[in-house]
C-alpha cells in the first residue's frame, strides 16, 4: 500500500495506534523474545561457493568430508508471535575446522591450512514449518574469537531479516568474547546460545544443535 | 496538568519506540536488543522482561509459565532453591550474578562487578588464546562491525573501551594505561613479522 498519506490523517493515526497499546498489551506480552542481531563479522564469503546446498561436510560429489566433528543443526525461523516462517532463506558460515574461512582475505594467506574439503557456507529455505535443518562442522575458536560460533543471516527474497551468530552455550571462550561480552543483556545472551548434545550411539562422535531464530516485526507487517 | 504532561510524554516515547525504530513492538521491549548500551547494571528491567512471561500474573514465574525452551537454562540457574518457582528475589540475584560482568551462563569466572579481574579473564595484551595460528590472539574478526561498548577488545587492546568505562576508571588511570598500551603495541608490533602486522591493521 504506497497510497500518499494525508500528514494530519497520519497523525491521527498513530495516536490512535498509541492509545490502542494500553488495550492490548496482554497480546503483546504473549510475544517471544527476539532473537538479538549481532555482527556479520568480516568474512561472509566473498565468493559463495558452487555447492551451497545444507550439506556443509561434503562438497558436491566428493568423497572426502570435511575435517572436523559433525553437528547436526536443526531449528526454525519463527515471527515474534511463534508463528513458522515459510519461505524464509537461512544461511549459516563458519571457519572450518583449521580456522579458516571461506572468504579470500582468510584463505589466501592460510592456504596451506584450509580445509579444502570443507563447503563454508550453506543455504536453507523453509517450508511451511519453519524447520531448517544443516550438517556441519562443530565451530572452533577463531583467531580474536575464542567463543566458536555460526554466523547466520536470515533472508526473505532478498530482504535481510536478520544477521546473527550461534555460540556454544557453556564454552570457556564465551567469557573472553569480545561479541558475546558486547551483549550486555543477560536475556539476549542466553538467546545466542544453543547446546551442542552428543547424538546418541552415534560412531562418528555426532552432535546436534538445536537454534530458534525469532524475528522481529517486519516493515511489511507494520501497522499502518 | 502535571498528569496531562506524563501522559503525553509517555505516548511521545511510546511513539518514539515504536515507530521510529520498531514499529509495533510493545512498550516493555522498546530497548531494542541490539542497543547493547542498555542499562547493563539495570536489574529491575530484566526483571519486568522476564515478568512479561508470568501469564497468571503472581509475581513469579513457574515452569509452565516459561514456555519459550530457549530460556529453561535461565530458569533453572536462577530458580537457586530449586522447587520449580523463580520469584522476583531470584531474578534479581541470577542478574547481579550474571549482568556485570561477561560471566556466561553463571559459570565461574568473572567477579560479578568488574573489579581487577574485569578485563576478559585476566589475559594479557590480546590474550595468548591459543588460536590455531597461535600468534597474539588476534583476527580481522576481533576488529571492526562490532557494536556496543565499543565491541570486542581490539588485537592488543588491555582493556576494551566498554570495560574502561564500568571500572570508572580516573584520568590518572586512563592516562596510565594509555601509556601501557602504547608500549604494549610497540612490543607487539616487533614480535610480528611484517605480514602478521598488515593482518592485524586490516582488523582495527
Ligand atoms: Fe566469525
Known amino acids: 500500500m504506497s497510497l500518499p498519506i494525508h500528514p494530519r490523517r497520519a497523525f491521527l493515526q498513530t495516536m490512535a495506534f498509541s492509545a490502542a497499546y494500553f488495550t492490548t498489551r496482554g497480546l503483546f506480552a504473549e510475544e517471544l523474545f527476539q532473537t538479538p542481531r549481532l555482527t556479520e563479522g568480516p568474512f ?32 526454525r525461523i519463527l515471527d515474534a508471535k511463534g508463528d513458522p516462517v515459510r519461505d ?100 539476549d545472551r542466553e538467546l545466542i546460545l544453543a547446546d551442542w548434545n552428543k547424538v546418541p550411539e552415534s560412531k562418528l562422535g555426532e552432535w546436534s544443535a538445536s537454534f530458534d531464530v525469532v524475528l522481529g516485526r517486519t516493515p511489511d507487517e507494520r501497522p499502518r | 496538568m502535571k498528569k496531562y504532561l506524563v501522559l503525553s510524554l509517555f505516548l511521545l516515547s511510546l511513539n518514539g519506540g515504536a515507530f521510529a525504530q520498531q514499529p509495533g513492538r510493545p512498550p516493555e521491549r522498546r530497548d531494542e536488543p541490539r542497543n547493547e548500551q542498555r542499562a547493563a547494571g539495570d536489574s529491575s528491567s530484566f526483571v519486568n522482561r522476564m515478568l512479561t512471561l508470568d501469564k497468571n500474573k503472581d509475581g513469579k514465574l513457574s515452569k509452565a509459565e516459561v514456555t519459550d525452551a530457549r530460556l529453561q537454562a535461565l530458569f533453572d ?13 531470584e531474578l534479581a540475584a541470577l542478574f547481579q550474578k550474571e549482568a556485570a560482568g561477561s560471566n556466561p551462563g553463571g559459570r565461574a569466572g568473572m567477579p560479578p562487578e568488574g573489579g581487577a579481574g574485569g578485563r576478559p579473564q585476566g589475559r594479557g595484551p590480546g590474550g595468548p588464546q591459543g588460536g590455531p595460528q597461535g600468534g597474539p590472539g588476534a583476527g580481522p574478526e576481533a576488529g571492526p562491525g562490532n557494536r556496543g561498548f565499543g565491541g570486542p577488545p581490539q588485537p592488543g587492546q588491555i582493556l576494551p573501551p566498554f570495560l574502561r568505562d564500568e571500572l570508572k576508571l580516573s584520568d590518572e588511570q586512563r592516562k596510565q594505561l594509555d ?21 592485524l591493521q586490516e582488523g582495527r
Not at chain 1, 94 to 105: F, K, T
Not at chain 1, 145 to 169: F, N, S, W, Y
Open chain 1, 44 to 75: 561472509y564469503p566473498d565468493k559463495l561457493p558452487l555447492d551451497k546446498d545444507n550439506d556443509l561436510i561434503i562438497i558436491s560429489d566428493s568423497t572426502t568430508p570435511a575435517v572436523g566433528e559433525i553437528t547436526h543443526l536443526t531449528g
Open chain 1, 88 to 187: 524464509a532463506t537461512i544461511e549459516i558460515w563458519q571457519c572450518d575446522a583449521n580456522a579458516v574461512y571461506l572468504h579470500s582475505r582468510d584463505s589466501e594467506p592460510k592456504k596451506q591450512q584450509q580445509d579444502k574439503h570443507f563447503q563454508g557456507f550453506g543455504r536453507f529455505t523453509t517450508g511451511s514449518t519453519g524447520e531448517y535443518r544443516f550438517r556441519t562442522i562443530k565451530p572452533v575458536p577463531y583467531p580474536g574469537r575464542p567463543a566458536p560460533h555460526i554466523h547466520v543471516k536470515v533472508l526473505k527474497g532478498d530482504r535481510e531479516l536478520i544477521t546473527t551468530q550461534i555460540l556454544m552455550r557453556g564454552h570457556e571462550g564465551n567469557a573472553r568474547d569480545g561479541v558475546y561480552s558486547g551483549v550486555r543483556d543477560v536475556i
Open chain 2, 77 to 89: 540457574r536462577a530458580d537457586a532453591d530449586k522447587n520449580g518457582e523463580v520469584t522476583k528475589d
Open chain 2, 179 to 199: 601509556d601501557l598500551q602504547k608500549q604494549v603495541d610497540q612490543k607487539l608490533s616487533e614480535i610480528l613479522t611484517e605480514a602478521q602486522r598488515r593482518q
